[in-house]
Structure formats: structure tokens, C-alpha cells
Nanobody
């Protein structure tokens, strides 16, 4: 029901845009989150957007570089990543939380649906 795409290899300072297509229960009424897991590290919250796009929140280290947006007509959520750093190397996951809440949730346990990850590698 969730499918992330857009990962790849990029040099430091470059950009990538990840997409997360949703279907079924995870439609435009779901809040969406992006998480990442770097090798040997715990999964961490990257950012999230409410169901209507009215609010977003980000991990401090990506603020000003990453932007989350959504196109509810297409049931797609985007993670635009600019000024990428080697420290951003990770597998990125999108996740969905049902409901029209206006509260941003950062805990992975708050998200019911998860897609397979897409690998982002940033070379120095």
C-alpha cells in the first residue's frame, strides 16, 4: 500500500527527491512520515506532514535542507532533499498514520503502515 522510490547515489551537495505512492487504506486522509535507518544505527524520524499538508515537522539536522510535500489528488508524498551530506546516507522509509489529525507524530509506533525502503547513498 506504500511504495517509496527515488533513492540512489548522489555526491555531497546534491539533491534527490523521494516519492511515496499510497493506495488502499493509506489514502489522502493519512498523515505521512519519513524515517531513515543508517547502517548500525536506530531508525530515526526525518519529517512528517499532516493529511491536508497544513503542518510539517523535521529532524533538526535536515531543517532547511529537506522539504515534505504531498499531492492528494495523486496520493503521493514527496521528500525533497537538497544539500545532501554523507551523514544522510540511509535507507529511507515512508509511513502512514490514518486519521485527519493536525498533530505531527514523530514516533515510529504512531504509524501503522510502512513501505519498503529506498536506499540513499551520499558520497563525499
Amino acid at each position: 500500500q506504500l511504495q517509496a522510490s527515488g533513492g540512489g547515489l548522489v555526491q555531497a551537495g546534491g539533491s534527490l527527491r523521494l516519492s511515496c505512492a499510497s493506495s488502499g487504506d493509506t489514502d489522502s486522509t493519512s498523515a505521512m512520515g519519513w524515517f531513515r535507518r543508517a547502517p548500525g544505527k536506530e531508525r530515526e524520524f526525518v519529517g512528517a506532514i499532516t493529511w491536508n499538508g497544513g503542518s510539517t515537522a523535521y529532524l533538526d539536522s535536515v531543517k532547511g535542507r529537506f522539504t515534505i510535500s504531498r499531492d492528494n489528488a495523486k496520493n503521493v508524498v514527496y521528500l525533497q532533499m537538497n544539500s545532501l551530506k554523507p551523514g544522510d546516507t540511509a535507507t529511507y522509509y515512508c509511513a502512514a498514520r490514518l486519521g485527519r489529525s493536525t498533530v505531527i507524530h514523530r514516533a515510529p509506533a504512531s504509524y501503522r503502515y510502512w513501505g519498503p525502503g529506498t536506499l540513499v547513498t551520499v558520497s563525499s
